[in-house]
């Protein structure tokens, strides 16, 4: 075992010297662009067991199911091969965020109890610090959500590695997923550090006019056209969820872009139609096929939980096109036994994926790093 807490680094490294631990590491959205940039991922933990197939079918890399607050900082470096440079990666679950912990607080005892109930919530960011504490890795990549940043977990995991001497990324800009040629908008957080000297993000490598559309990854050539209901034969994952007569309804009236405000009013939801509900747009939507697909959430394949509707079939999205807009190959192999899929947990580990076309812009960052550094 490598057990070397302490080591220096050599001035002449490249990035075949390192090797990548990813901490809840999901089905591998964020290793499997990692790999196609050439790091060696070495191991990938996550608790959930039925992430498992998923991930080592695709990657090859040795998965490892634990949880990470108990892993100690031991095991984890038995992870990295001997001799290699370490880089940590993880992206710790994106917990709901509640606005009600947002809302002005009313006595000082109130706000510690809210403290102490978000020191639980994010408890796994934590431990992420704990483990980069204990194993000192090179590199560092923390992905999450961007409201993550109003969160005091995330000021003490910035002050944490700042008081470990790591240089730390720009993180208060957002990184909008279509820079890096994902067909999607969604904006994440990513913070890299290392200890080797300052480290950025690549400058975004698509523009308005390049960014891939829901049209370049789904379009009619791509995928056999499915009624709401029916399993593809070719695919078991391109299967679009059954809608029921109102939604049938709702979804054939519709046109591209356009959402629940466009529905006839015998159409209309009575949520909606509560003076609380009009302003929620975004439910009951169809998607076009000349933009980018609305971020794609654990509940992409429900037509009634978002802009989740096919932009020109009447059915909400399939999981294999909720793959592709999250930009994994199209044959990446999600599950061993298709007689026992279960459908909501395949599309929560879809929509819970660091988007791999995103993970390669992370690998690419970090390349650029290494091989700048020193020269
Ligand atoms: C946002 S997802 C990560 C997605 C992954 N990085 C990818 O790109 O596909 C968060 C993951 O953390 C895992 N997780 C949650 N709590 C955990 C824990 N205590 N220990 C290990 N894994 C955990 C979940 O099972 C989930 O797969």
Redo the contacts with the bound molecule.
Sequence with gaps: MNNDLTYTVDLKLSPKDFAVV?L????????RGLIDENLTVSAG????ET?EYAYHKNNSTKFVH????ELSAEELISFYPTGKQRILVG????QPFSNHSNRIRKSRQEKAQLEVQEDKKWK?LYEFLRLIRETNPVIISMENVPQLRNHKVFDDFVAGLKALNYHISDYKTPVFCPDYGVPQKRLRLVLLASKLGPIEMIPAEFDPESYPTVYDVIGEDKLASLVDGEVSAEDPLHRARKLSPINLRRIKSLKQGENWTKLDSDLISPCHKKENGKTFTVAYGRMRWNEQAPTITTHCIGFSNGRFGHPVQNRAISLREAALLQSFPSKYDFIEDTEKMNVGTLAR?IG???PPKL?AAIARSIKRHIDGYGK
């Design positions: 990813d809840f590491c999901g089905v591998g959205g964020l290793t933990i996550d608790f959930d992430c634990k949880d990470i607050s992206c710790a679950p994106c796994l580990h819970n994926a660091v993970g």
